[in-house]
């Protein structure tokens, strides 16, 4: 009795990670697109200089002075649709480098996250349909092979979102180090801190982690001799 209560529980573990993965992805994603509370803290980097503070995350821009903060999707925009979203003028000591800004978000931070959560996202309708061919794989043959197939499908996909996953927060640390590490040696002379976020960071390792666990525990599932050592 016991060993049947350890299987449910285990399987109700597993099959309910997906759902802090996604909810991971989707705040990664969405950081400094609005002022909803939180958003505006999940960014890459920070400039300040003086009382003011400009923060890009993947996808937004926010600009927080000591009376406002203010955040605006900012892929597709320039400058000046920047410079209105924020209601500050060229003059503004954030403003100077709102063009370095834009093209490190363009340039230097590529979304690879994005394509993870897809791909992870691909392997979790996988799962459904695995799991609803399941029962009919045992009596017959043509639902048999649609499973073996789903199983495959659903196998290459959780291994290739957890590659992608891991690969997206290793190059988001590294581009960061980089960009800080040379902020450290030039920017500070002119009064500018730069660093790098920590949350988003945080955030994107915890996703490869159980990204991790979830792909080895649907492995065990679908290869049961995995887990005999057979």
């Known amino acids: 009795m016991g060993g ?4 449910v529980n285990f399987r109700l573990f597993l099959y309910s990670l ?6 991971f992805y989707v705040l990664a994603i969405v950081g400094c697109v609005s002022t909803s509370p939180g958003i505006p803290n999940i960014f890459l980097l920070q400039f300040k200089k003086g ?4 923060r890009l995350s993947y996808f937004g821009m926010c600009h927080k002075s000591p009376s406002s903060l ?3 999707p900012s892929s597709k925009a320039n400058v000046d649709q920047l410079l209105h979203a924020f209601a500050i003028s060229g003059t503004n000591a954030i ?12 340039k230097v931070f590529i979304p690879f996250l994005v394509g ?3 791909d992870f996202f691909l392997t979790i309708v996988l799962v ?8 009919k794989s045992a009596w017959e043959d043509k639902d048999k092979r649609t499973w073996e197939n789903l199983k495959l ?7 290739s979102s957890t590659a992608f996953a891991f690969a997206a927060a290793w190059a988001t640390s590294q581009a960061l180090a980089s960009v800080t590490h040379t902020a450290d040696i030039f920017a500070k002379s002119g009064g500018l801190d730069i660093t790098a976020g920590s949350a988003i960071q945080r955030f994107q390792r915890t996703i490869a982690a159980l990204a991790l666990i979830f792909s080895w525990r649907m492995h065990v599932i679908t290869h049961p001799s995995a887990s005999d050592g057979k």
């Open 4 to 7: 049947i209560f350890a299987s």
């Open 18 to 23: 997906p759902i802090p993965i996604l909810l």
């Open 51 to 54: 009382a003011d503070e400009l």
């Open 70 to 72: 203010d955040c605006a």
């Open 95 to 106: 403003s100077p480098f709102l063009n370095s800004a834009l093209t490190l978000q363009n």
């Open 116 to 118: 993870a959560g897809c």
């Open 128 to 135: 459904v349909l695995f799991k609803r061919h399941e029962k």
């Open 153 to 159: 499908a659903t196998m290459v996909t959780a291994w």
